[in-house]
């Protein structure tokens, strides 16, 4: 903090495993991953090379090392590894992961049909070596999973070594999680509460009316992703109440301004 504030909530330092900032980069530059460094690192836990954008993103082993030697978790994203997968190299891209040194993966099926034994024994062997996040839901819009497929699937991902789960938005936030004009699928995100702990799922949320609205429903320390690295910090006001969406949250009920200053007048 650049000076002191009362009423401020008091966020966890990194590492952290609660209140994290996931960052979607989809090709950013040297010049760009560095400004967001310069701005951001202090408050972002991992950056996602989006879909399979480090196929084709130039100086790609660089721009890895420049976000881990800020702190910052790096992972490819998740249709990469199943672009890797559908055609037997799954053993390539384990192999692709060391020759990168990233130690973070994620385990998706979103856009190819893999039974859930299957996913579960993926998620398994890749958290041998690596810190693994699964993602639950589909990338294709219309297609329903049912509450309960939701619950069992996150519980048996999780048991199966996840670190995080990863509720599906797309970045586009309006598949999986959230409805198709974008609003959240209150009901659904209930139901996986009652069985998950908040912890430990992260939820796709790219667009600022989802973050406020997972941070007035489960608080400052909800993980959120898909973030665009200019919101990063837009983000964090929202966290600590310094941004109109959440300003009343961490005040005391019934603060009033004019009885405020009334008061300092005395």
């Known amino acids: 903090m650049n000076f002191e504030l009362s009423h401020i909530p ?14 979607m980069d989809k090709g950013l530059s040297l010049r760009e991953a560095e400004n967001l460094i310069e701005s951001s690192d202090h ?11 480090s196929l084709v993103t130039k100086n790609l082993q660089e721009k890895i090392k420049l976000y881990q030697q800020a702190g910052i978790m790096v992972y490819l994203g998740g249709t990469l590894f199943e672009a890797f997968l559908v055609r037997g190299q799954f053993d390539d891209y384990r192999k692709l992961l060391t020759k990168l040194g990233i130690d973070t993966a994620e385990v998706s099926d979103g856009s190819i049909d893999l039974q859930h034994d299957t996913k579960c024994e993926l998620i398994h062997e890749m958290a041998k070596d690596f810190r693994t996040l699964s993602e639950v839901g589909s990338k294709e819009a219309g297609i329903i999973i049912h509450p309960n497929r939701w619950k069992s699937m996150m519980k048996a991902e999780l048991e199966a070594g996840s670190w995080k789960v990863i509720a599906e938005a797309r970045e586009s936030g309006n598949v999986g999680i959230y409805r198709p004009n974008g609003s959240a699928h209150v009901s659904l995100i209930s139901k996986i509460l009652d069985v998950i702990p908040k912890d430990s799922i992260l939820w796709e949320a790219p667009i600022k009316a989802q973050q406020v ?4 429903q489960l608080g400052f320390d909800v ?3 898909n973030i665009a690295p200019n919101e990063v910090i837009p983000l964090e006001t929202l ?3 310094v941004r109109g969406d959440t300003f009343f949250n961490y005040l005391p009920e019934g603060t009033n301004v004019n009885d405020v200053i009334a008061k300092t007048k005395k």
Not at 213 to 216: E, H, K
Request: aromatic residues 8%.
């Open 213 to 216: 609205w997972f941070i007035n």
């Open 239 to 241: 966290r600590l109440g």
């Open 223 to 225: 993980n959120l992703g």
């Open 43 to 53: 408050l972002t836990d991992l950056v996602k090379l989006g879909f399979g954008t």
């Open 10 to 23: 008091k966020r966890t330092a990194k590492p952290r495993q609660a209140g994290l900032t996931m960052v």
